[in-house]
């Protein structure tokens, strides 16, 4: 039972380069969220989704994102880096009604 | 509005003591009340949970106090130990809707010293 997988787990772009953060789940959940963490602000939410073709923006959306194509996947894409960019990237996904199964992250660095 | 205020940012606690960590929330719809718990290197993991309809949740030594008319609620690990050093944070959702997204606290590191 793998949960929620994400890759990679570590990269490092470059300004203006473009990346997608990829995450999957096989709980079949509906709902799946994307959240950055910098240090001392919590998790912040960047989009979400609440099932397969159904995508939202949630608190910080700018200069990402995203597609829901299936219940199992919901890839992030960062398409012009920016310094800005530079954090934890948690993926998450849920039942409805239930608790938050979290990814193990991605970390990324922008330079 | 949808802000939840966590405190305090850091924590040092001695083996066998309470650590006690608070949370604010301003917005009067939310209605589930979370915490995780996450180790360096991994995910937030979630640790216990309440609803607003009881004023405290106990599991084992984890125990969420829950204060509806001043909005705060926190989280009291009794008899602390080493292995509870990890990130808290405290979180709420609006979860009569049909998904919850969860607003962030913005953490507390506890550490434990034996």
């Known amino acids: 039972n793998a949960g929620v997988t994400q890759t990679p787990k570590f990269r490092i772009l470059k300004i203006g380069q473009s990346m997608t953060l990829q995450c999957t789940q096989d709980?079949?959940?509906?709902?799946m969220y994307w959240y950055r963490q910098d240090p001392g602000m919590g998790l912040k939410l960047i989009y979400y989704s609440v099932g397969a073709g159904i995508t939202d923006k949630g608190e910080v959306p700018n200069g990402y994102n995203v597609s829901r194509s299936t219940t199992e996947d919901f890839p992030l894409r960062l398409e012009l880096a920016a310094p800005s960019q530079t954090s934890v990237y948690f993926c998450a996904s849920s039942s409805a009604g239930g608790g938050y199964t979290f990814g193990s992250g991605t970390r990324l660095t922008v330079v | 509005q949808q802000q939840v205020k966590q405190s305090p940012q850091s924590l040092i606690v001695q083996k066998g003591g309470i650590s006690i960590i608070n949370c604010a929330y301003e917005n009067t719809a939310f209605d589930y009340f979370p915490w995780y718990q996450q180790f360096p290197g991994k995910g937030p993991a979630l640790l216990i949970a309440i609803r607003p309809d009881v004023s405290e949740k106990k599991e084992g030594r984890f125990t969420i106090s829950f204060n509806k008319s001043a909005k705060q609620f926190s989280l009291h690990i009794m008899d602390s130990q080493p292995g509870d050093s990890a990130t808290y944070f405290c979180a709420a959702s609006i979860k009569g809707t049909s998904y919850g997204k969860l607003t962030f606290g913005q953490g507390t590191i506890l550490t434990v010293h034996p």
């Open positions: 709980m079949n959940h509906n709902y």
